[in-house]
């Protein structure tokens, strides 16, 4: 296999790529395109699809400068690829001249099949057993191996380096920063308490950002899409963005999902320790994101209220309310 292409950071031209650039390098690998671009849904990279003249059209997607090793992207997508090969409906990557990262220019991308879809309904309980049915898949193959150039879900990262960064670089308002920062360093307590009582969880390859966005339901199929956070991390992880609503409406969510995950996996209760504690952390680690995009004219565009007061002071309180979630007793799940 050729050698990964040599690593990029080259931001203003990603920040300026033009469609001739996209069809150009399209083009290039064997694909002639029909001229047809359609930008999709993406903040982190540059998604499109393009139109070919012979046959469907397919994804291009541009990659962020400096995100991503050449190393942890192919890494994502072996991954994606040993789920395909498992007859898992996961979109992966398409192989040309040997790898399926390429390169042109000074841009890194990538080019899969185009899937249409809707992301799944929340509250259809089948649909949810479904879902969970495929996650467990993903998790059984995902703990044959290991990730070695992808990060690992922790505190840490998800945690303490947002809140230190926000604070850091002044996101946060003056008169706010006190009630951030005390709020913040209780939280972290509570999550750390809640690893502690979710014992010693298995950690494996993760989806990661495995939210009703990222899957597509088509004729009664679920398709999985955008591995792009995939990292090491516990096993709810991937299951606790598909909890919406109240505990009372939760909880059989919640029971359908893990019914259908345990077909294939097993799942150790006391990771239910863990399913606000992993909310939290993914509110500190949204809001830095945001931040350490800010200068991206695209995320200016995208997240107007970012830079607003108002946005701040419902953070705050919003960051409150999940330590008193954090205090209850997990929710339950009754095992058939």
Not at 186 to 211: I, K, Q, S
Not at 212 to 234: C, E, W
Not at 293 to 310: I, N
């Amino acid at each position: 296999m050729p050698a990964p292409p040599a690593e990029i950071d080259s931001t203003l031209a990603y920040q300026n790529l033009q469609p001739g650039d996209i069809l150009d390098a399209v083009d290039a690998l064997g694909f002639p395109c029909d001229g047809r671009l359609l930008a999709l849904n993406s903040y982190e990279n540059r998604v499109y699809q393009v139109g070919q003249h012979a046959g469907p059209p397919l994804v291009a997607k541009f990659y962020r400068p400096a995100r991503w090793s050449a190393a942890a992207i192919l890494e994502e997508h072996a991954f994606a690829g040993e789920l395909a090969a498992a007859e898992i409906p996961v979109v992966a990557p398409l192989e040309r001249a040997g790898t399926t990262l390429h390169r042109h220019s000074s841009f890194r991308f990538a080019l899969f099949e185009c899937r249409g879809g809707r992301p799944p309904e929340l509250d259809d309980l089948d649909l949810l057993g479904q879902l969970g049915r495929l996650i467990g898949r993903i998790h059984a193959l995902g703990r044959t191996a290991e990730f070695v150039h992808r990060p690992v879900l922790d505190i840490d990262s998800f945690g303490r380096e947002p809140r230190d960064f926000l604070l850091a670089e002044g996101f946060i308002p003056d008169d706010l920063q006190s009630a951030y920062t005390t709020t913040c360093d209780d939280l972290l307590l509570r999550v750390e308490r809640c690893f502690e009582r979710a014992g010693a969880p298995t950690y494996l390859r993760l989806h990661g950002d495995f939210h009703p966005g990222n899957v597509l339901v088509s004729d009664g199929q679920l398709f999985i899409v955008d591995l792009d956070d995939a990292r090491t991390g516990p096993a709810a992880q991937d299951l606790w963005m598909f909890l919406s609503g109240d505990r009372h409406e939760q909880t059989p969510q919640l029971s359908e999902i893990l019914e259908g995950y345990t077909r294939f996996a097993d799942f150790d209760p006391r990771e239910l320790h863990l399913l606000e504690a992993l909310r939290t952390l993914r509110m500190l680690h949204y809001a830095a994101w945001i931040a350490r995009r800010w200068e991206d004219p695209a995320f200016q565009q995208a997240f107007p209220w970012f830079a607003g007061r108002r946005y701040w002071d419902e953070h705050v309180l919003a960051l409150r309310e999940q330590a008193a979630l954090m205090q209850e007793s997990p929710l339950s799940w009754e095992r058939d």
